[in-house]
T-cell receptor, first 115, second 109 residues
Framework: ETGVTQTPRHLVMGMTNKKSLKCEQHLGHNAMYWYKQSAKKPLELMFVYNFKEQTENNSVPSRFSPECPNSSHLFLHLHTLQPEDSALYLC??????????????FGPGTRLTVT | GQNIDQPTEMTATEGAIVQINCTYQTSGFNGLFWYQQHAGEAPTFLSYNVLDGLEEKGRFSSFLSRSKGYSYLLLKELQMKDSASYLCAVRDSNYQLIWGAGTKLIIKP
């Protein structure tokens, strides 16, 4: 247990569906992140939030829409996804995204399959 | 562009020592991290290096040479539970983490 939880753990959705991924951290951190992890590829940073404000958006397609209602919760809303979006989506948190030594704590991820 | 290189897969024997290398080319440097990720689980933090030299934590050690853009993770007295992927990540001048693709370590009895 890392103090970061994600739901659901597995999700299968069609290309026309709308779904949301949820992340919650119980560590008192103020930065939260969404990553995409595909097999044999580096982790791809998608979004960063500091104190509920989005500070990074790494050219992510608009079919992925993040939401951060407070420092403890992070959502990723999905709509009209493509099969190449199938991957493990990881949520992480840390003290602050701009602090050099603070490590990130990861949730177990949501395994997403787009059919 | 920014790049982190590490071997895709390594195999070692239980009880032995293994060294996993990581080389990087990034815009600036603000520290290097090693994470461990068991299959189907979250990556977990192992070590952080920002100055040259060796950091030791029990059976695991991490080394950094900033001038060479090089780090390694050394695992001693290998146990079966050490079978996992090991991820190298560098924090660049914008404090963004740049990740390697990970090294899958297979431990054989």
């Amino acid at each position: 247990e890392t103090g970061v939880t994600q739901t659901p753990r597995h999700l299968v959705m069609g290309m026309t569906n709308k779904k949301s991924l949820k992340c919650e951290q119980h560590l008192g951190h103020n930065a939260m992140y969404w990553y995409k992890q595909s097999a044999k590829k580096p982790l791809e940073l998608m979004f960063v939030y500091n104190f509920k404000e989005q500070t990074e958006n790494n050219s992510v397609p608009s079919r992925f829409s993040p939401e951060c209602p407070n420092s403890s919760h992070l959502f990723l809303h999905l709509h009209t996804l493509q099969p190449e979006d199938s991957a493990l989506y990881l949520c992480a948190s840390s003290q602050m995204s701009g602090s050099p030594s603070y490590e990130q704590y990861f949730g177990p991820g949501t395994r997403l399959t787009v059919t | 562009g920014q790049n982190i290189d590490q071997p895709t897969e390594m195999t070692a024997t239980e009880g032995a020592i293994v060294q996993i290398n990581c080389t990087y080319q990034t815009s600036g440097f603000n520290g290097l991290f090693w994470y461990q990720q068991h299959a189907g689980e979250a990556p977990t933090f192992l070590s952080y290096n920002v100055l040259d030299g060796l950091e030791e934590k029990g059976r695991f050690s991490s080394f950094l040479s900033r001038s060479k853009g090089y780090s390694y993770l050394l695992l001693k007295e290998l146990q079966m539970k050490d079978s996992a992927s090991y991820l190298c990540a560098v924090r660049d001048s914008n404090y963004q983490l740049i990740w390697g693709a990970g090294t899958k370590l297979i431990i054989k009895p």
